[in-house]
């Protein structure tokens, strides 16, 4: 999936948000915010999905704005996100809720646009040097996708086996990091130490490729019990071979995957357990981070506090995954099961 | 009297007409269109592909054509990047990029000129070639931190409310003006574009125009992955990506013929405000990128018939004076 393969964060150590006493903000509903959420590109689930959550906020803050979702074309990206960014400061927006797929192209936009009183709020993929951006809105920290993946690996094998890795391409940085984070969450907890990892494979983020790639993950390892895939094109192609060559009851799949395309393979049992963060949450906290600056409710200063309607409270912190910038942390993972994966896949 | 009801029938005259209604329908539109933040907004989101379809006016007239440009930009602004990375300071570095632009005009052209082939297959073939070459430089991460005097010249206005990038253009489409029409280059050009048989027959030094033709081009587009460069203050291998349809949307929109001998300046410039204008006006009304690429892909399928609505218009108006 183009989500998770793009942001370019760097691992770093969970580091906890500093405790500073002081009232959390509320966001006061009902004032003329003028959004625009920007995802990288149309036309992909997870950003209409952030979508539905930041439609969710703006109906209940009754905000008399508008809310306008859109973006460029995938071929367009860069430059029509510069564009997008661009006129939405023309036009005098409060606040752009942006999903960087610039890198640090879009900073003098950015720039330009706070300048004009447009506010940028980044969330799912920051700007990398943090310059022209209020904060960022965190998925999830990556330290605990390294936990999460080792906890799932061990309720699925009992503790005990062998398991293998299909990835992206060896290259994705985001991929490398969730890995080493779980070999890392391998490494320091005594009761993952009968979980054996065997292989490590890549499936270029290609269906095709990764199914052949989970097949011969099969023949190679006979006793392979597990194959663990932190990207959402693997994790489906991998539990669509075991299924197609009745593998199911001996090598299960899990990892990270959206719950609409992994519902049937929860509900048959080639992958009991995957996991992913929220998007509608995603939108729903991004929308809120936005509304309370505009609205000047909160500062972006690092130990502010502020509420954010039924998602709960939450504090600004320095970034420890870039030299300089805000963030709010949303956490934590959800990990389906056949209990909640068909809620998840409407 | 004859000579201005001529201008004004011309497709010169259509593309004028169809720019004010454009104008006109988006001031109605939004408030913010003709405000001057806005109008300089307008070019300079654009300015690079504009600057490159100067040139790539001249080389489609002269019966060429060059796929390789936005590929160009990109290997400049990602060479600019990585001599900057390598500590080579950027006053010593641009010079050296337009450098390698201009090589890359003559590594098009020894295959165009001197071997015989066709320029859509060798510039197809460097499109892909330089734009590997910008990915092996930069790969994916982002190389930034230009210095503040070279960010400066693509963010920040250099005279009245005017960036350097603009400035540079109108100057540039002036040049492109007198050279390509008021000069005896400009007529070998077209000429040439016309007919390359009777070109030959008159002396005309074909390949050293054509050389000239394409070495102009590239050097140009590395200007302007240059002043990209400048304008994002930040670089990375997919810089310009795609940029080479909108560019030939523009020039084949202007009126210049697909298959070489005619086309002005004036029809490009027409053409490169309409398409902007275009652009702008359907963001402003938050129109998706997928209805924009829409509205541009129908934009092209309707220049690349430009020769036939040119003869259309003409014969409708003309009829007149035919029959009397």
């Known amino acids: ?82 564009e997008i960014l661009t006129t939405a400061a023309s036009q005098g927006r409060d606040v752009v809720l942006l999903s960087n797929n610039a890198g ?111 097949l011969a993950l099969v023949d190679a390892h006979p006793d392979l019990e597990l194959i663990m895939a932190p990207t959402s094109v ?70 502010q506090t502020f509420e954010a309607g039924r998602m709960g409270t939450y504090t600004i912190e320095r970034d420890p995954t870039r030299d300089n910038g805000l963030r709010v942390l949303m956490g934590p993972f959800t990990v389906y099961t056949a209990e909640n994966v068909e809620a998840a896949a409407q | 009297m004859t000579a201005l009801r001529e201008r004004l029938t011309s497709w010169e005259g259509f593309l004028l007409l169809v720019l004010v209604l454009l104008y006109a329908w988006n001031a109605l539109a939004s408030p913010v269109f003709l405000t001057l933040g806005n109008q300089v907004n307008l070019f300079q989101l654009s300015i690079e592909k504009v600057i490159v379809a100067l040139a790539m006016t001249f080389v489609i007239i002269n019966g060429e054509i060059d796929l390789s440009v936005a590929s160009v930009m990109g290997l400049a602004a990602c060479s600019f990047g990585w001599l900057h990375g390598a500590g080579v300071p950027a006053a010593a570095a641009i010079p050296l990029v337009l450098l390698l632009g201009l090589a890359c005009g003559g590594f098009n052209a020894f295959w165009v000129v001197r ?94 125009v054509k050389t000239a033709v394409l070495v102009a081009s590239s050097g140009v587009a590395a200007l302007a992955g240059l002043l990209f460069a400048a304008r994002v203050g930040a670089v990375r291998g997919d810089v310009a990506l795609g940029f080479e349809l909108d560019i030939i949307t523009i020039v084949l929109l202007g009126g210049v013929s697909i298959f070489g001998g005619v086309g002005s300046v004036t029809g490009t410039v027409l053409a490169i405000l309409i398409v902007l204008s275009l652009r702008n006006g359907m ?28 003869g259309w218009f003409q014969r409708v108006l003309h009829r007149p004076e035919a029959v009397s």
């Not at chain 1, 071979?241 to 393979?265: F, H, I, N, T, W």
């Open chain 1, 1 to 82: 999936m183009r989500h998770l393969t793009l942001s370019a964060l760097a691992v770093a150590a969970f580091c906890g948000a500093p405790a500073i006493a002081q009232d959390a903000a509320t966001a006061g509903p009902g004032q003329a915010v003028d959004m625009v959420l920007l995802p990288k590109f149309l036309g992909i689930l997870p950003f209409d999905q952030a979508h539905r959550g930041a439609q969710e906020a703006h109906a209940e803050l009754g905000n008399p704005g508008e809310l306008l979702y859109t973006g460029p074309t995938p071929e367009n990206s860069v430059a029509g996100q510069i």
């Open chain 1, 104 to 214: 640090d192209q879009i900073v003098p936009a950015a720039q330009a646009a706070q300048e004009a009183g447009t506010r940028v709020v980044t969330w799912d993929s920051p700007i990398p040097s943090g310059e022209g951006e209020s904060l960022f809105v965190a998925q999830v920290d990556f330290a605990e996708i390294g936990v999460v993946m080792a906890d799932m690996a061990h309720s699925i094998m009992d503790g005990e086996g062998q398991f293998a890795i299909l990835s992206a391409t060896p290259d994705a940085a985001n991929q490398n990091a969730w890995i080493a984070a779980m070999q890392a969450a391998l490494a320091a907890d005594e009761k993952y130490a009968g979980l054996e990892l065997v292989d490590t494979v890549y499936g270029d983020d290609q269906s095709e490729v990764s199914y052949n790639r989970a």
């Open chain 1, 234 to 303: 693997g994790i489906v192609a991998a539990a669509k071979a075991m299924q197609d060559e009745g593998l199911c009851d001996r090598v299960k799949v899990s990892g990270l995957g959206v719950p609409a395309e992994m519902v049937s393979y929860t509900l048959n049992g080639c992958a009991p357990q995957f996991a992913l963060w929220s998007f509608v949450d995603l939108g729903y906290l991004a929308y809120y981070v936005g509304y309370l600056l505009a609205t000047g409710a909160i500062e972006a200063a690092e130990g």
């Open chain 2, 115 to 208: 071997v015989g082939l066709p320029s859509l297959v060798v510039t197809l073939a460097t499109m892909i070639a330089f734009r590997g070459l910008a990915r092996v430089l930069v790969e994916d991460r982002g190389i930034g931190g230009f210095p503040a005097w070279f960010n400066a010249l693509g963010q920040k206005p250099l005279i009245g409310p005017f960036p350097f990038a603009i400035l540079l253009f109108f100057a540039m489409a002036a040049l492109a003006w007198v050279l390509l029409h008021r000069t005896v280059f400009g007529r070998q050009v077209t000429v040439i574009g016309a007919s390359r048989a009777v070109a030959e027959y008159s002396g005309v030094d074909v390949g050293r």
């Open chain 2, 283 to 310: 963001a402003l009304a938050n129109l998706t990128g997928h209805i924009q690429s829409g509205v541009l892909g129908v934009l092209l399928i309707l220049s690349v018939m430009v020769p036939v609505f040119r």
